[in-house]
């Protein structure tokens, strides 16, 4: 076999070394592949928090634009009853009898008229009551003169309506003074067909007329 010459073994020694540098250059990009990724795209998302049971919901926002329930509306108030007035109320002297026998006393009551639109009240209670018996000029008994133990009643008169007085006022038939309460003899009112008028205020109101009565 010829010797080849020097020239030729230069040759393969030069192909054999760059052979290798080309190796070890395959290797050393594989490993910075390997390790930098450069394939890989950079995630820019950013990662949501996912839901947890542990969560506290929100409180749904109040509505403040819904009307607040009002009050229920009371039922229309009375007008408070004033006191009566004297043009409306009309009193009246009111006997049980027009004539009475030797013994017999009269019983005197009192009959008050609301002529006015509305009712009004007033006191009603013995308080207010005076009756008066006179023969012409001559008073012969006020009620008020020995009277024991006096009352008010305010009471309401209803319009249009007409009320007596339950318990009447007895006179006995004498001549009164508040000289002469304890006493037990005073002067007795003549009888034999004489005439009396008996007359009646109550609350300030004094009746208009007087109820004649005979006594015998």
Request: overall charge neutral; some cysteine; aromatic content about 6%.
């Amino acid at each position: 076999m010829p010797r080849r010459s020097a020239a030729v073994y230069r040759r393969r020694r030069l192909v054999v070394i760059l052979g290798l540098i080309l190796v070890v250059a395959a290797i050393g990009v594989g490993a910075w592949l390997l390790i930098a990724r450069p394939w890989a795209a950079a995630d820019t998302t950013t990662p949501q928090p996912s839901s947890s049971s542990s969560e506290t919901p929100t409180t749904p926002a109040t509505d403040t634009t819904s009307p607040s329930p009002s009050a229920t509306p009371s039922g229309e108030q009375t007008p408070a009853v004033v006191a009566c007035e004297a043009k409306d109320i009309e009193v009246t002297a009111v006997t049980d009898a027009e004539s009475y026998p030797s013994g017999a006393l009269p019983k005197l009551s009192i009959s008050l008229t609301n002529k006015g639109a509305k009712d009004c009240t007033m006191d009603v209670g013995s308080t207010t009551q005076v009756f008066t018996v006179s023969s012409g000029a001559d008073v012969w008994w006020r009620s008020t003169d020995c009277q024991e133990n006096p009352s008010s009643m305010i009471a309401t008169l209803k319009a249009g309506t007409t009320v007596t007085s339950k318990d009447p006022v007895v006179w006995d038939r004498t001549r009164s003074s508040v000289e002469t309460c304890d006493q037990e003899n005073r002067q007795r009112a003549p009888g034999g067909g004489a005439s009396y008028h008996v007359e009646v205020s109550i609350g300030g109101f004094p009746s208009l007329s007087t109820a004649q009565i005979l006594l015998y």
